[in-house]
Structures are given as C-alpha cells and as structure tokens.
C-alpha cells in the first residue's frame, strides 16, 4: 500500500521547537521532490518546504525561513521538518507529499495522510 505516515506533533509553547517525520511506503521517496504543507483552522493548505532529490535545494515559505528546515533520508525512506523558534501562528495540521516542479502537490503517495497537529501557545 502506498502511503505517507506523519508524526511528530503536538503541543508547545512559543520559542520552542518540534521535529516532524514522514515515513513512506509502497514507494520509494528518492525519485521525487518532497515537501511539507500545513492547513490551519480556515484557510487553504499551503506549502511551507521542499527539499530536491539531492537533498541540497530547498524551498522554504517566507513566513518560516530561517526557523524550519527539511531534510530527508531516501535510506530510510523519510523526510523531517525540524521546526525551530515556534510561534502560535505556526499552530495547524502538517502534512508531507511529493512535490511538482510548480511546487504543487504530487499525488504519486495518494491523497493527503492523516497528518499531526502542531499547536503552539502563546
């Protein structure tokens, strides 16, 4: 079955810092782009990173440039988000998947994985 499994999430306070992991299966991450997107409460889901094939390009939203970083392991098949200097804004549910060259999503992993909540508190 070919699926994205992220985890990682959960509840802390501003300034602080969380690692997400998204696993892959069914289908091997190095031969795509792969980014992260987040959705908060209202608002369209929108892309925060990307990370090349290589590992050595990366995309980053302006609003957490500087804070977050994406990286990947094709080895183990996974792809982080280390997530530094947390604000409430940043509160919203993080998902992974592979990524165009447009930086649009790319359903080669399916729909969209159940995701993990960040909540970051003021």
């Known amino acids: 079955q070919v699926q994205l499994v992220e985890s990682g999430g959960g509840l802390v306070q501003a300034g602080g810092s969380l690692r997400l992991s998204c696993a892959a299966s069914?289908?091997?991450?190095?031969?795509?782009?792969m980014g992260w997107f987040r959705q908060a409460p209202g608002k369209e889901r929108e892309l925060v990173a990307a990370i090349r094939l290589s590992g050595y390009n990366t995309y980053y939203a302006d609003s957490v440039k500087g804070r977050f970083t994406i990286s990947r392991d094709n080895a183990k098949n996974t792809v982080y988000l280390q997530m530094n200097s947390l604000k409430p804004e940043d509160t919203a549910v993080y998902y992974c998947?592979?990524?165009?060259?447009?930086?649009?999503?790319?359903?080669?992993?399916?729909?969209w994985g159940q995701g993990t909540q960040v909540t970051v508190s003021s």
């Open positions: 998947n592979a990524v165009r060259p447009d930086l649009s999503p790319d359903y080669v992993f399916g729909s």
């Open positions: 069914g289908r091997t991450i190095s031969s795509y782009r």
